[in-house]
């Protein structure tokens, strides 16, 4: 079982070949590739690689499902007894992707 784990504008996200994850929204158009190279750890059935802190000739081909938004978040100020009240809404966009293949060097 190949994995590998993975920086995308700040979060680390583990992935594997085949999944579909979130992550923050990217500049990229449905059906687009792209190759992903900020990988932080892999692990291929019986070989492990960790960066220091990204990999070396590593790279995650991947390619973009489309554009979500993930439900609403409120956020709700208060202070007691001073009539002070705001109600905001927030929903994060995130892009989908479809993690097609994990490449790592030849030993």
């Known amino acids: 079982m190949k994995y590998a784990y993975l920086e995308v504008q700040g979060y680390q996200i583990?992935?594997?070949e085949g999944d579909t994850v979130l992550v923050p929204r990217l500049q990229a158009q449905e059906g687009e590739e792209l190759t992903l190279d900020r990988v932080l750890y892999v692990r291929d059935e019986d070989r492990i690689l960790v960066g220091t802190p990204f990999i070396?000739?590593?790279?995650?081909?991947?390619?973009v499902l489309g554009?979500?938004?993930?439900p609403k978040i409120i956020v709700f100020k208060y202070k007691r007894r001073k009539k002070y009240r705001r109600k905001?809404?927030?929903?994060?966009r995130m892009t989908e992707l479809l993690?097609?293949?994990i490449t790592t060097p030849q030993a």
């Open 99 to 101: 993690i097609e293949e």
């Open 56 to 63: 070396e000739g590593v790279q995650i081909k991947a390619k």
């Open 67 to 70: 554009e979500r938004k993930l």
């Open 88 to 92: 905001k809404g927030h929903r994060q």
């Open 14 to 16: 583990r992935v594997q």
